[in-house]
């Protein structure tokens, strides 16, 4: 991983009890390939609830505090739900390199999310590589990223 070629400077990564494992290891991937990253919890395996992650995550991204950031949950469904929730964040469910790459590419997401418990720490590793590497292709795409902002926007 080269950090030159991310398009993410800081950050934030945050999981549940089921995505604990998965985020401890990415932190520490992360760290060493000299991204700078915002652990917010959960710190240990006991039972939290998934919506309290993933509103901090999506807070972090929307204060600037982060440019991005990774969440985790047993199946990556129910935090990526909560932070789908706060107007301006596009999480997007990966599992594998092009729901990734398509993600940014088109998507312009600035939250991916994993599920702790269905893949593995290898895996999880090429879907963020490939996620942090993939730039916001623009062009057609800036209209239908607007339509998502501007539909969650008017239901808040």
Not at 25 to 37: A, I, P, W
Not at 42 to 47: L, R
Not at 63 to 69: K, R
Request: overall charge negative.
């Amino acid at each position: 991983m080269a950090t030159s070629e991310k398009h993410f400077k800081k950050l934030a990564l945050a999981s549940d009890h089921g995505g604990f494992e998965l985020k401890e290891q990415l932190v520490k991937y992360l760290t060493e390939n000299g991204l700078d990253v915002l652990d917010l919890g959960t710190h240990g395996e006991e039972s939290v609830d998934y919506p309290d992650f993933g509103a901090k995550a999506a807070k972090a991204v929307l204060s600037g505090e982060v440019d991005g950031a990774v969440i985790m949950c047993g199946s990556g469904i129910g935090i990526s739900m909560t932070a789908n929730r706060f107007p301006g964040i596009r999480a997007a469910l990966c599992w594998d390199t092009y729901t990734a790459k398509m993600s940014r590419l088109h998507n312009d997401a600035n939250i991916l999310a994993l599920g702790g418990r269905i893949i593995t720490f290898e895996r999880a590793v090429d879907i963020v590589d490939t996620w942090l590497e993939t730039p916001f292709e623009g062009g057609r795409h800036e209209r239908r990223v607007k339509k998502i902002d501007d539909a969650a926007k008017a239901t808040s």
